[in-house]
């Protein structure tokens, strides 16, 4: 039997670095996508001789999609055990001072990303039993952050997404999870917000904000795909969103108008 395979989308820092990572050290099969192509490489040279395929793309587009999904399939054996929809990007600002253009290419990668993968990876994860969808949210998904509104939506429509397709795809034998982390330590942190000059990583750490380490987001999406839960968040202010969201939604409130600024959760 082929080994299992994982195809990772924003393979090439980050989160999906540290996914890679993961998975080829239990021996599965990687297949690293991303639109920097140095990124790519600099993954698959952290991983083993002959664990990984590279593959630069953008989600955006579906033909590349399906030229990537060839290429991959070739590569492991025709397995698709795992899509990793992580591909995304952390824009944030006030509403009204977000350029409309920046909106609509939030919402394309970080929600039509996502869409179209799954479509265009149906096939395969549908031929190869017992198959997952892993899709990264946000602790921002659990309730509007101020500040960060159309990213906080994209991920909002990812939640949607998942638990919608956990129910649609039962019948294929295919799980469908989501990851929603809280504020993970990626370079998307030594970003500039537009009111400040510090970087977001600076001003979470000042307001006593957990910033949670990128291998922990690995360990919980090993935990997803193997386990039962739909949604599996990562760190304490993602568990709390989740908790406040479901049972005191009033009170997050005052929690968003902490995090308004600081920067983007979950990416």
Known sequence: MARKAIFITGGGSGIGRAVARH????GW????????????????????????SRHVMDVRDRDQWKAALDEFA????????????????????????????????????NFGGVVN????ALPQL????????????????????AGLAVYSATKFAVRGLTEALEIEFAKYGIKVRSLMPGF????????????????????????????????????????????????????????????????FPGLIIRQSKKIDGLGTAGQ
């Open 184 to 247: 993970i330590d990626t370079p998307l942190l030594d970003q500039v917000s537009a009111d400040s000059n510090e970087p977001a990583r600076d001003r979470l750490s000042q307001s006593g904000f957990e910033i949670v380490p990128v291998e922990r987001v690995a360990e919980a999406a090993w935990a997803a795909v193997h386990g039962d839960k739909v949604h599996v968040t990562v760190g304490k202010m993602a568990r709390r969103l989740a908790r406040l969201a479901r049972w």
């Open 74 to 109: 070739a590569a492991s054996g025709g397995r698709l055990d795992v899509l990793f929809n992580n591909a995304g990007i952390g824009t944030g600002g006030q509403f009204a001072d977000m350029p409309p253009e920046e909106d609509d290419r939030l919402i394309a990668i």
């Open 126 to 145: 549908r031929a190869t039993p017992g198959s997952a969808i892993l899709n990264t949210g946000s602790a921002s998904g659990f309730y509007g952050v």
């Open 29 to 52: 099969f990687v297949g690293i996508a991303d639109v920097n192509r140095a990124g790519i490489d600099e993954t698959a040279a952290l991983l083993p001789d002959g664990a990984s």
């Open 117 to 120: 993968g799954i479509y265009m």
């Open 23 to 26: 998975f080829a050290a239990q």
